[in-house]
């Protein structure tokens, strides 16, 4: 059974950091492509960062670069997003996920930055 689970969001001010954890079961994680994505209200989901757990391959959207750090750890079967710099529009519910298999979403994690 496929599993993500994230964690580690929350309020911020601006300028501030999070680091949010998603711990991935039920599939080989070295061999799939992790990512983050995130929803805000009123907008379609976007991919923030992206990372082949195999190759360690990076990619990230326009908006966070330069601020924002995407990593896995294989041997806890888990991904990362380290989120430095962050802003107002930065606030959405950030979502996991795996193309492993038909692919699958982690139930999210709210992170909003206001002062």
């Known amino acids: 059974q496929v599993q993500l689970v994230e964690s580690g969001g929350g309020l911020v001010q601006p300028g501030g950091s999070l680091r949010l954890s998603c711990a991935a079961s039920?599939?080989?994680?070295?061999?799939?492509?992790m990512s983050w994505y995130r929803q805000a209200p009123g907008k379609e989901r976007e991919l923030v960062a992206l990372?082949?757990?195999?190759?360690?391959?990076?990619q990230y959207a326009d908006s966070v670069k330069g601020r924002f750090t995407i990593s896995g750890d294989n041997a806890k079967n888990t991904v990362y997003l380290q989120m430095n710099g962050l802003k107002p529009e930065d606030t959405a519910v950030y979502y996991c996920?795996?193309?492993?298999?038909?692919?699958?979403w982690g139930q999210g994690t709210q992170v909003t930055v206001s002062s």
């Open positions: 039920g599939f080989t994680f070295s061999s799939s492509v």
């Open positions: 990372i082949t757990s195999k190759f360690g391959i990076r």
């Open positions: 996920n795996t193309n492993y298999g038909s692919g699958y």
